[in-house]
């Protein structure tokens, strides 16, 4: 019998509830300690940026549930380095579960490849976050490989295009309004080119501990440019009184009493 013959069917019909027993931790390891440095790279220094800001969250190598078939066939999906924009960035979370976040998909994806990966990272995830995400802004990058960064922006048709460097090989992540490019340095101990980002004037978004280092290198600056200021004032000073001796010593030379002037 048809529901359309069964008006009581159609009221015992329930929505489908999302799953609970969702899993948040498929205990594999990042591919390396650059690749984990990496990610943490991106996360801090994007939190970092937006210090003042509480209205978004970024994260990585943290599954993304999205589907009940999904979480049935445990397919996991954890991109490296995620962020969602307009969403309250203070509640804590142990994975991305759209249904819990108002259907809300990451608006930036950044997958960080290693030759294993390289290929799914271009192609199945890259039309998983196309067609079903609708990331806007995916970028994927290998830190052993400083030429392999790529990135695609949604168009309105739903549709990735290819994005195009700039003459340092940046590539424009217009969510974020930062830039994506490379940056050769040591981090945590390791000496790579990493990927990061810098703003609209092309200035490097610094890291937390960058951060505190450059506050009080500009500190010390201040201080020492408050010592100069001191000293040049002493100095000047000192030149006004010297002068005002040699006058007064020649006005004496000439029969005047300069204190009588």
Same mark, same amino acid.
């Given at each position: 019998?048809?529901?359309?013959?069964?008006?009581?069917?159609?009221? %015992?019909?329930? +929505?489908?509830?999302?799953?609970?027993?969702?899993?948040?931790?498929? #205990? &594999?390891?990042?591919?390396?300690?650059? +690749?984990?440095?990496?990610?943490?790279?991106?996360i801090?220094?994007?939190?970092?940026? $937006?210090?003042?800001?509480?209205?978004? /969250?970024?994260?990585?190598?943290?599954?993304?549930?999205?589907?009940?078939?999904?979480?049935?066939?445990?397919?996991?999906?954890?991109p490296?380095?995620?962020?969602?924009?307009?969403?309250?960035?203070?509640?804590?979370?142990?994975? $991305?579960?759209?249904?819990?976040?108002?259907?809300?998909?990451?608006?930036?994806?950044?997958?960080l490849?290693?030759?294993?990966?390289?290929?799914?990272?271009?192609?199945?995830?890259?039309?998983?976050?196309?067609?079903?995400?609708?990331?806007?802004?995916?970028?994927?990058?290998?830190? /052993? %490989?400083?030429?392999?960064?790529? #990135?695609?922006?949604?168009?309105?048709?739903?549709?990735?295009?290819?994005?195009?460097?700039?003459e340092?090989? $940046?590539?424009?992540?217009?969510?974020?309004?930062l830039?994506?490019?490379?940056?050769?340095?040591?981090?945590?101990?390791?000496?790579?080119?990493?990927?990061?980002?810098?703003?609209?004037?092309?200035?490097?978004?610094?890291?937390?501990? &960058?951060?505190?280092?450059?506050?009080?290198?500009?500190?010390?600056?201040?201080?020492?440019?408050?010592v100069?200021?001191?000293?040049?004032?002493?100095?000047?000073?000192? *030149?006004?009184?010297?002068?005002?001796?040699?006058?007064? *010593?020649?006005?004496?030379?000439?029969?005047?009493?300069?204190d009588?002037?």
């Amino acid at each position: 019998m048809t529901t359309e013959n069964n008006p009581k069917a159609i009221l %015992d019909w329930e +929505h489908p509830t999302p799953p609970t027993d969702l899993i948040f931790d498929d #205990g &594999e390891p990042l591919e390396s300690n650059r +690749h984990r440095i990496a990610m943490n790279v991106l996360i801090r220094s994007l939190q970092q940026a $937006w210090i003042d800001r509480n209205d978004f /969250f970024t994260g990585g190598n943290m599954f993304i549930y999205y589907s009940s078939a999904q979480v049935r066939n445990q397919d996991f999906r954890g991109p490296d380095f995620f962020a969602v924009l307009n969403v309250n960035g203070t509640n804590s979370r142990q994975g $991305w579960v759209v249904w819990e976040e108002n259907g809300r998909y990451p608006h930036v994806i950044v997958e960080l490849m290693s030759p294993s990966t390289a290929k799914i990272d271009q192609t199945v995830k890259k039309d998983l976050y196309e067609q079903t995400f609708h990331t806007s802004d995916y970028f994927v990058y290998d830190p /052993f %490989d400083s030429t392999s960064l790529q #990135g695609w922006h949604l168009d309105h048709n739903q549709q990735y295009q290819s994005l195009t460097p700039n003459e340092r090989g $940046w590539l424009w992540c217009q969510k974020l309004s930062l830039w994506l490019g490379t940056y050769e340095g040591t981090i945590d101990r390791e000496t790579a080119v990493w990927l990061r980002f810098y703003d609209v004037a092309g200035n490097l978004v610094l890291l937390p501990d &960058e951060a505190a280092v450059a506050q009080a290198q500009a500190v010390v600056t201040h201080a020492e440019i408050a010592v100069a200021q001191a000293q040049a004032a002493a100095v000047r000073e000192e *030149a006004a009184a010297a002068q005002v001796a040699r006058l007064a *010593a020649r006005l004496r030379e000439l029969g005047e009493n300069p204190d009588l002037l």
